[in-house]
């Protein structure tokens, strides 16, 4: 059964629109995992643009199952991971212009830098997962650096604008998982998966876990947080 892993970055995005102290991301990291999500997200941006400093200590502090502390490979971040702790960092790449991250982490041309920043959070005990695109040779790569899983970049599949680029993008998914797999990789997917186009990925058992934010803070809005995550875990959990 694969597990759902809760982005709740958009809660914070909507709290800074005004300035303000609500919604609060912490208590919606709570109700995620009271309707049965298995990880927590957040992303610390160097902007500090949503999540806070704030938010990830206390979530750090409150979290009962597992977080994920998504954020860039620099040094302000590596000390803020190896000081905070989270159960899991996963290296994203970020602009400071993109509205969301867009596409996934090179690993292959900057290798020996990825080696020094996974051996200092491995020293303080964290695993480490790659955001990547569907790319054999980051996904090499990621092992090489000594990753422990990769998360897979899905924002080019949920982007297409017909079946045919559907099936086309799904289909580097689904070499780029199975590569992953016979390197001993963990393996998650995310970034603009719905309730909708994540169905397809039942066909994909190797994925052990599925991160997920957008559509599930869009879809809270309608029908409250608990019963969002609730839905998208009925997707996921057989897969």
Do not use: W
Not at 99 to 128: H, M, N, P, W
Not at 212 to 223: D, F
């Amino acid at each position: 059964m694969a597990r759902l892993a809760v982005n709740i970055d958009h809660v914070a995005t909507v709290r800074q629109a005004r300035g303000i102290d609500e919604p609060d991301p912490v208590l919606a990291a709570g109700l995620a995992e009271l309707a049965g999500a298995e990880v927590i997200i957040c992303h610390l941006r160097e902007d500090r643009r949503h999540i806070n400093d704030r938010d990830l200590m206390i979530l750090r502090q409150t979290v009962k199952t597992k977080l994920n502390l998504e954020m860039a490979g620099v040094e302000e971040m590596i000390e803020i991971a190896v000081k905070t702790k989270p159960d899991l960092v996963t290296l994203v790449p970020e602009k400071r212009e993109e509205l969301t991250t867009e596409g996934g982490l090179d690993v292959k041309s900057q290798q020996d830098r990825y080696k020094r920043v996974v051996e200092r959070l491995k020293e303080a005990d964290i695993k480490i997962s790659f955001f990547v695109d569907p790319d054999l040779d980051q996904i090499n790569a990621s092992k090489q650096c000594g990753g422990d899983i990769v998360e897979i970049h899905t924002g080019d599949y949920s982007e297409a604008k017909s079946e045919s680029e559907a099936d086309s993008r799904f289909g580097r998914i689904v070499t780029a998982v199975n590569l992953a797999a016979d390197l001993d990789l963990c393996i998650s997917a995310g970034h603009g998966l719905n309730y909708v186009n994540v169905k397809r990925f039942k066909a994909l058992p190797q994925i052990e876990e599925y991160s997920i934010g957008h559509s599930i803070v869009a879809r809270a809005v309608l029908v409250g947080f608990e019963r969002a995550v609730r839905e998208m875990l009925e997707l996921v959990k057989d897969f």
